[in-house]
C-alpha cells in the first residue's frame, strides 16, 4: 500500500513539473502544423500572398482561430483581395481560400472555415484551471511578412491574469475605444512575461507537455486599452482565454 501510495506520489510530482527543452521540442513539432499565417491573396498584386496575422486549426482541421482585428483589417484594406490562410510545406507555402464563420469583435476572436484537405487540429484546453505562474509557450509568426512564414515559439509564464481594461487614474486618458470597453461586461485575460509582435496575434498559447490551447495570443487589441502609453514592444504580451472562444457559437 505504502509502496502504491510512493509511487502515485512521484507521478503527480512528475506531472507537476514544467516541461524539459526536449518535451518542449516534441510538443512544437506536433503543435507546428496547425498554425498558419493569416492573410490573402491577389493576383495582380506584388507578392501575391501576403499575411498579416497567425492562426491555428482546431476541430475538424477545417476551422481556423485567429484574433478578429486581424481578418478585420484585412478586409478594410480588401481591393479584390481574396481571404485565406498561408500554410508552410517545406521551403514553400500554400494558399488556402477561407471565409468568416464567426467575429467577435468583443473579445477580438474570430473563426475561419478554410476550403481543401483538413490541417492537423489541435485541442482546446481548460483555460479556467490555468493559474499564475503556469509555464506556457506560444507560437506564430512575429512580425508577419518582415520574417516570413516560418514559425516561432517562445516560452512564457502567465505573470497575471487580469481585467481586459483597467480604469484609467485620470479622465484625460480616456477615450472612446477604452470607455466603450469599460460599459461593457469585464473579462480576464492572461498576462504573458513573454514578447508577441503584431504578426503573433492569433497565435496559441498551448501548454507545452500536452500541446493543448489554453489562449489565443492578442497583441494589438488588448495592448491597446492596456498599455496605451507604450508603442515599442515591452516585454509583456496579453492571451484571450479559449472559454471565450469556446463560448461564441459559429454562425
Known amino acids: 500500500m505504502l509502496k502504491r501510495l510512493h509511487r502515485a506520489m512521484l507521478l503527480a510530482m512528475f506531472l507537476a513539473m514544467p516541461a524539459t527543452a526536449d518535451e518542449l521540442s516534441r510538443t512544437i513539432e506536433l503543435v507546428k502544423p496547425s498554425v498558419v499565417g493569416i492573410g490573402s491573396f491577389q493576383k495582380t498584386r506584388s507578392p501575391a500572398l501576403s499575411f498579416i496575422g497567425s492562426g491555428f486549426a482546431i476541430d475538424d ?11 478585420s483589417e484585412l478586409l478594410r ?10 500554410v508552410r510545406q517545406g521551403e514553400s507555402s500554400q494558399f488556402r481560400a477561407a471565409t468568416i464563420t464567426m467575429l467577435d469583435k468583443e473579445h477580438d476572436l474570430a473563426r475561419l472555415r478554410v476550403r481543401g484537405a483538413p490541417l492537423p487540429a489541435l485541442k482546446l484546453g481548460d483555460s479556467a484551471k490555468v493559474h499564475e505562474g ?12 518582415v520574417l516570413g512564414l516560418r514559425h516561432v515559439t517562445h516560452r512564457c509564464t ?3 491574469i487580469t481585467p481586459v481594461a483597467l480604469p484609467s487614474l485620470s479622465s484625460s486618458k ?3 475605444k477604452l470607455l466603450n470597453q469599460l460599459q461593457k461586461s469585464p473579462y480576464l485575460v492572461f498576462q504573458l512575461d513573454g514578447t508577441a509582435y503584431p504578426g503573433n496575434s492569433g497565435s496559441p498559447l498551448f501548454d507545452p507537455d500536452t500541446g493543448e490551447v489554453i489562449g489565443v495570443v492578442n497583441m494589438v487589441f488588448v495592448k491597446g486599452l492596456k498599455e496605451t502609453a507604450i ?3 515591452s516585454g509583456i504580451a496579453y492571451a484571450i482565454p479559449t472559454s471565450l472562444l469556446e463560448a461564441q457559437p459559429p454562425d
Open 61 to 71: 482541421g477545417l476551422t481556423v482561430v485567429t484574433a478578429a482585428h486581424v481578418v
Open 174 to 176: 480616456l477615450d472612446g
Open 158 to 160: 502567465v505573470s497575471a
Open 134 to 145: 503556469k509555464s506556457l509557450a506560444f507560437m506564430g509568426f512575429p512580425l508577419g511578412m
Open 231 to 233: 508603442s515599442a514592444p
Open 77 to 86: 484594406t480588401d481591393q479584390g483581395d481574396m481571404l485565406g490562410v498561408l
